[in-house]
Structure formats: C-alpha cells, structure tokens
C-alpha cells in the first residue's frame, strides 16, 4: 500500500514540476522581440496628432520635444538620454515634405519620419506621415484624416511662404528642452497613448500618395546614422529577430517534447509498479485466520499415532 501511494505522489510532483517547467517555457514566447524594436519608440499616430493640434511648424517641433508631453522614446545614439528632434521642411509647389530628424551628434543627423502635405487640382490636401525606411521598413505610412486642417496648411499656399528650417543642433537647444532618459517601451506606450487625438482618424496603407514628395525626400534625406549602422536597419533587425524568436520556439517545442516523455516513462514506471503490487501473493495470518486447520492437521496426527497402537 505504502508503495502505491508513494507511487501516485510521484506522478503528481512530476506532473506539477512539468507543468510549470513547460508554462515558464513558453514566457519565453510571450515577449517578441519586435516589441523592444526602436521603431517602437516614436508613435507616428502621436506625431500626426501633435502635427494636427499645432499653430504652426515651430510649435510642431516644440511639442516633439516637450518634455513633459514625452513623445519621443528614442536614443538611436546610444548615450542614455532621449534625442532631440528638429524639423526640417522642403516644398515644390503645392508639395511639402516636413522631415523630422533625431540629432545625434555635431553634424550627425536621422530622418525618423516625413510629413508629406499636398493639395491636388481640386483643392483637396492629402496628409501622409511616413516611418523612414531605416527606422520603420518599407511603406511605414499612415494616413491622419483630421476632424479640421491644420490651422497652418492655409500658409502653405501663399506665394511668400518660406519653409520652416529648425535653428537647432548639437548642443545648443530652445530654453524649455532639457534631456529625459527613456523608458520601458511598455511604459512608453501607455505614457504617450493619452496624446494620441481620439477625435481623429488613422488609416494605415502602403501607398505614397505624392511622387513629388518621393522625389524631395530622395534629394534631401538624413541618412548620417543608417550609413554609420547598416547592420541596425530594420531589414537587418527583423531578420535577427525572426531568427531568434525561431531558436526560441525550437527551445520550447525541445524542452515540451523532453518532458512529455518524462512523463510517459514515469506514468509506465508507475504502471509497471502497480501491476507486481497485485501480482504478490497475499500473506495468511494462521494466527488469526488459520486455527482451523491447525487443528485438522493435529487431529490427523493424533489418528495415526492411533492407529499405530493397534
């Protein structure tokens, strides 16, 4: 008795301990490594927000570096503090390309992302903000339908209408900036969720609606940090990561299939372990349970003394 309940303890501690092993296995699938991707770190739905709040470019790009507001997440220079980030606008006639880029050092600059504003023959004004390809992939673009244009937009159409140039670089700041350390992507998220317009509409495609504004980011694009880093482009970055996450879940299907058959030899062990307890001949108590015969066998002695004396 004592070894077939030994036995069923057995069985459960290792169906517990495999138990746990396989669900702390599998955390390891819960976290994708694409979530800690710095594309991550600058929610272009936040940006087009701001973009579509703001009185004009200058007030744009205050509010990409409001420290309170905390929009960006991105330290693409690696020196712990999150990076400052200038407007820089181009326009072609009716086109205009705002490009936002992350200053990393004496004249070391990334475009993040474009805003690409044009009004057609109709008068109608099409907004696309676009990830840079180095930061987001290929075709990284949403599409803000605002409930109001921008108060600015009425600027961009006047024959005097200079381009917005940000006076700003390396180590020389607007008063109000001051430098933030950057957080947690989980924590970043949550933080810059409260900044994204409700009121608006974010439509995602894959389509650059303007040829004119391909062509200007083509001709004044900031690509210091992507030439320096090839081996950080996205392309390169999800490659790694799919195959990291593919060596996870080989790990995990591993470490399932191992314990799995741990726990088929246990279960036949145990089997095995049952079947010799039943097969084991019961033991009789002749002190309780066999008085009777006794007897008989003293009594077939005593007859055959008898018959002995005759």
């Given at each position: 008795?004592?070894?077939?309940?030994?036995?069923?303890?057995?069985?459960?501690?290792?169906?517990?301990?495999?138990?746990?092993?396989v669900?702390?296995?599998?955390?390891?699938?819960?976290?994708?490594?694409?979530?800690?991707?710095?594309?991550?770190n600058?929610d272009?739905?936040?940006?087009?927000?701001?973009?579509?709040?703001?009185?004009?470019?200058?007030?744009?790009?205050?509010?990409?570096?409001?420290?309170?507001?905390?929009?960006?997440?991105?330290?693409?220079?690696?020196?712990?503090?999150?990076?400052?980030?200038?407007?820089?606008?181009?326009?072609?006639?009716?086109?205009?390309?705002?490009?936002?880029?992350?200053?990393?050092?004496?004249d070391?600059?990334?475009?993040?992302?474009?805003?690409?504003?044009?009004?057609?023959?109709?008068?109608?004004?099409?907004?696309?903000?676009?990830?840079d390809?180095?930061?987001?992939?290929?075709?990284?673009?949403?599409?803000?339908?605002?409930?109001?244009?921008?108060?600015?937009?009425?600027?961009?159409w006047?024959?005097?209408?200079?381009?917005?140039?940000?006076?700003?670089?390396?180590?020389?700041?607007?008063?109000?900036?001051?430098?933030?350390?950057?957080?947690?992507?989980?924590?970043?998220?949550?933080?810059?969720?409260?900044?994204?317009?409700r009121?608006?509409?974010?439509?995602?495609?894959?389509?650059?609606?303007?040829?004119?504004?391909?062509?200007?980011?083509?001709?004044?694009?900031?690509?210091?940090?992507?030439?320096?880093?090839?081996?950080?482009?996205?392309?390169?970055r999800?490659?790694?990561?799919?195959?990291?996450?593919?060596?996870?879940?080989?790990?995990?299907?591993?470490?399932q299939?191992?314990?799995?058959k741990?726990?088929?030899?246990?279960a036949?062990?145990?089997?095995v372990?049952?079947?010799?307890?039943?097969?084991?001949?019961?033991?009789?108590?002749?002190?309780?349970?066999?008085n009777?015969?006794?007897?008989?066998?003293?009594?077939?002695?005593?007859?055959?003394?008898?018959?002995k004396?005759?």
């Amino acid at each position: 008795m004592k070894n077939l309940l030994n036995s069923k303890f057995l069985i459960v501690f290792i169906f517990v301990v495999g138990i746990s092993t396989v669900l702390s296995a599998q955390d390891v699938t819960t976290v994708d490594a694409l979530s800690e991707d710095i594309s991550n770190n600058l929610d272009l739905e936040a940006v087009a927000s701001i973009f579509g709040d703001s009185k004009d470019l200058e007030d744009f790009e205050n509010r990409l570096n409001d420290p309170k507001a905390q929009i960006s997440n991105l330290d693409l220079n690696g020196d712990n503090n999150v990076d400052y980030l200038r407007v820089v606008e181009v326009a072609e006639n009716n086109t205009h390309l705002i490009a936002i880029q992350a200053v990393l050092g004496k004249d070391l600059y990334q475009d993040v992302a474009t805003i690409e504003v044009e009004k057609d023959n109709n008068g109608a004004t099409s907004v696309q903000v676009v990830g840079d390809v180095y930061m987001y992939g290929p075709n990284y673009i949403i599409e803000p339908i605002y409930v109001h244009p921008p108060v600015f937009f009425t600027f961009f159409w006047r024959p005097y209408y200079r381009p917005y140039h940000s006076i700003f670089y390396w180590g020389y700041y607007p008063g109000h900036f001051h430098y933030w350390h950057p957080v947690h992507v989980n924590v970043y998220r949550t933080n810059v969720h409260v900044h994204i317009n409700r009121h608006y509409t974010f439509r995602r495609t894959n389509v650059r609606r303007s040829n004119v504004a391909v062509n200007l980011h083509v001709t004044h694009r900031r690509n210091d940090y992507g030439r320096r880093h090839p081996n950080r482009a996205y392309v390169s970055r999800t490659r790694r990561i799919s195959h990291t996450n593919s060596v996870r879940r080989n790990t995990v299907r591993s470490q399932q299939h191992s314990i799995a058959k741990k726990r088929t030899a246990k279960a036949n062990q145990s089997r095995v372990a049952r079947k010799k307890t039943k097969a084991k001949p019961r033991k009789t108590n002749y002190k309780k349970r066999g008085n009777t015969n006794i007897r008989k066998q003293k009594a077939g002695k005593r007859g055959s003394k008898r018959k002995k004396r005759h």
